[in-house]
Nanobody
Framework: QVQLVESGGGLVQAGGSLRLSCAAS????????MSWFRQAPGKEREFVAA????????YYADSVKGRFTVSRDNAKNTVYLQMDSLKPEDTAVYFC????????????????WGQGTQVTVSS
């Protein structure tokens, strides 16, 4: 069993940065590939970024490649999403998820979800 809690969301101007965190409980965190997804109002949940168990590999959606960076600290049971050069179209609720296999890009394959954190980018 893994419980996930996101934090770090907020309101930021276009071009700004935010760093999201996802803290996990349970001793099995390091055994799960992790991903970030987002969901804007009226839209389906979409994949943002994925990181392998060891953090050796990362994978990004084309829409965020070069602007977002996913990382993890298995000693702290935490995964991060550094978001730079934010755009209004990045506005959404951001969720972290745990599941296999890597890269976890389909929401249906996630085993565990956090409750989400709101990111709003103003123009």
């Amino acid at each position: 069993q893994v419980q996930l809690v996101e934090s770090g969301g907020g309101l930021v101007q276009a071009g700004g940065s935010l760093r999201l965190s996802c803290a996990a409980s349970g001793r099995t965190f390091s055994s799960y590939p992790m991903s970030w997804f987002r969901q804007a109002p009226g839209k389906e949940r979409e994949f943002v970024a994925a990181i392998s168990r060891s953090a050796y590999s990362t994978y990004y959606a084309d829409s965020v490649k070069g602007r977002f960076t996913v990382s993890r600290d298995n000693a702290k049971n935490t995964v991060y999403l550094q978001m730079d050069s934010l755009k209004p179209e990045d506005t959404a609720v951001y969720f972290c998820a745990a599941g296999s296999p890597y890269p976890l890009t389909r929401p249906q394959r996630a085993e565990y979800w956090g409750q989400g954190t709101q990111v709003t980018v103003s123009s």
